[in-house]
Nanobody
Framework: RGSAAGVGGGLVQSGGSLRLSCAAS????????IGWFRQAPGKEREGVSC????????TYADSVKGRFTISSDNAKNLVYLQMNNLKPEDTGVYFC????????????????????????WGKGTLVTVSS
């Protein structure tokens, strides 16, 4: 069975940076849209950013635009989320998930519900931003 495993979280001060990596395995990377989600304690899951591997189209939540950048290395089946100018409200468990873009064509899939139709996902990684 395939999976999308996110790593790279940690503790950082407000204004700092982190880079998360999502390693995809067990499926054809090029046929999927990969999205990063986060969930803070007591809050609903929120889509952060997603990228469609077929054409590189990317989307960001308004709360992270201008601070986060999503990119991918198709040769390595990796998707990165570079997070700059982190804020305490960015704290949460971040996880990545994949959906087949043939079945789910929306490039903003991870941002605009419904987005429970994940084909693959994995454990999250904790990001803590101190003030």
């Amino acid at each position: 069975r395939g999976s999308a495993a996110g790593v790279g979280g940690g503790l950082v001060q407000s204004g700092g940076s982190l880079r998360l990596s999502c390693a995809a395995s067990g499926f054809d990377f090029d046929d999927f849209t990969i999205g990063w989600f986060r969930q803070a304690p007591g809050k609903e899951r929120e889509g952060v950013s997603c990228i469609r591997e077929r054409d590189g189209s990317s989307t960001y939540a308004d709360s992270v635009k201008g601070r986060f950048t999503i990119s991918s290395d198709n040769a390595k089946n990796l998707v990165y989320l570079q997070m700059n100018n982190l804020k305490p409200e960015d704290t949460g468990v971040y996880f990545c998930a994949a959906v087949n873009w043939v079945l789910e064509a929306r490039t903003d899939w991870c941002i605009v519900p419904p987005n429970n139709n994940m084909d693959y996902w994995g454990k999250g990684t904790l990001v803590t931003v101190s003030s």
